[in-house]
């Protein structure tokens, strides 16, 4: 859960600051973004056409990794590794297109969208994993509700209120996870100005270890 926390910090960063300012796996960020551009409250008005087109991408990403879980599952077998290395193939996408087209100098051409919905749909990847067979487990691309449950929890914590081993339990699984997103944020930052988009492969070889070497979750079986 943590190593998934890590890829979506570090590719929805590394994505924002290169690929004017797409939100890979924040939906939300582009409409605000989006809206924003339109009514002409701020100056970065390029990459308008990828936000746009990051959306649909992202659905329809999803709904292929939905299809494809339901099919596994329907003949019951396990899709877990299936899923997550089919999400490093698109985060190796993301990084060769990035490396063979860049630099973008144009939010609008066909190279930046192309790069940009790529990262778009290896999110959406993600997210239909932690939406389906890893429902058991809080988002790993949307800190904001973790970390509202964080403060909730420590709160009654302190105070020794309700059932405080489920508070320590739940605990235990968010603050490793927002801790890895907010470490991949940083170092999604950091590997991008230090060496571009060759950072990328670290949230690659995040996901293929996890397709490869992760037990699949509870709920998938």
């Known amino acids: 859960m943590s190593a998934l926390g890590f890829i979506s910090g570090f590719v929805d960063t590394l994505g924002f600051i290169a ?38 991408t992202f659905i329809l990403a999803a709904i292929l ?20 290395l089919g999400e490093a193939v698109l985060l190796t996408g993301f990084m060769l297109a990035a490396l063979a087209w ?10 930046a969208i ?11 990847v993600q997210n239909t994993a932690a939406r389906t067979f890893m429902n058991g487990l809080p988002p790993t691309t949307v ?6 449950q964080i403060i909730v929890d420590v709160v009654d914590v302190l105070h020794r ?6 508070k320590f339990d739940r605990l235990a699984g968010l603050v490793p996870l927002v801790l890895s997103f907010t470490a991949g944020a940083v170092l999604g930052a950091v590997g991008y100005v230090a060496i571009g988009f060759l950072a990328l492969v670290a949230p690659i070889l995040a996901a293929a270890s996890l397709g490869f070497f992760g037990k699949p979750h509870p709920a998938a079986a």
């Open 102 to 111: 860049s630099p973008f100098t144009d939010g609008a051409s066909t190279a």
């Open 65 to 84: 990794t939905r299809m494809f879980i339901i099919r596994r599952e329907r003949r019951l077998l396990e899709a877990t590794a299936h899923v997550l």
């Open 161 to 166: 209120h309700g059932k405080l081993e489920a």
């Open 143 to 148: 800190m904001t509700g973790n970390l509202m």
């Open 114 to 124: 192309a790069t940009g919905l790529l990262a778009a749909a290896a999110m959406g």
């Open 19 to 56: 690929l004017f300012k797409l939100f890979a796996a924040h939906i939300t960020g582009n409409v605000v973004l989006i809206a924003a551009t339109l009514v002409d409250q701020i100056d970065h008005h390029y990459g308008l056409a990828m936000k746009f087109l990051a959306i649909p």
